[in-house]
Nanobody
């Protein structure tokens, strides 16, 4: 399984970005796809996830109402639409795929496959 994340960049506070993650090399129908982010010196943090089969979504509280995770079955891709961006959203964003147990659905340990990361910088 390979994941390739792209779409990061520099944006001003209040702006928007759309991250994408292209998945290949596997069958993802029973997977969860997720986005995490990491600031240097800090732990990798859960942002959002979506179930590939049912499309159920879940978000970290700090991004609810601003970020939207979605999937494109035909293209085996997952997107993260980020609106109303804040400086505290600045991080390297990673897409991930896996079949986490319930207690690890927001834990990086629950995801076996990772993309390379894409940097999002929100200027104040």
């Amino acid at each position: 399984v390979q994941l390739q994340a792209y779409g990061g960049g520099l944006v001003q506070t209040g702006g928007s970005l759309r991250l994408s993650c292209a998945a290949s090399g596997g069958t993802f129908s029973n997977y969860f796809m997720a986005w995490f982010r990491q600031v240097p010196g800090q732990e990798r943090e859960f942002v959002a996830r979506i179930s590939w089969f049912g499309g159920n979504t879940y978000y970290q509280d700090s991004v609810k109402g601003r970020f939207t995770i979605s999937k494109d079955n035909a293209k085996n891709a997952v997107h993260l639409q980020m609106n109303s961006l804040k400086p505290e959203d600045t991080a390297v964003y990673y897409c991930a795929a896996g079949r986490p147990i319930h207690s690890e659905k927001m834990n990086p340990r629950g995801y076996a496959y990772w993309g390379q990361g894409t940097l999002v910088t929100v200027s104040s």
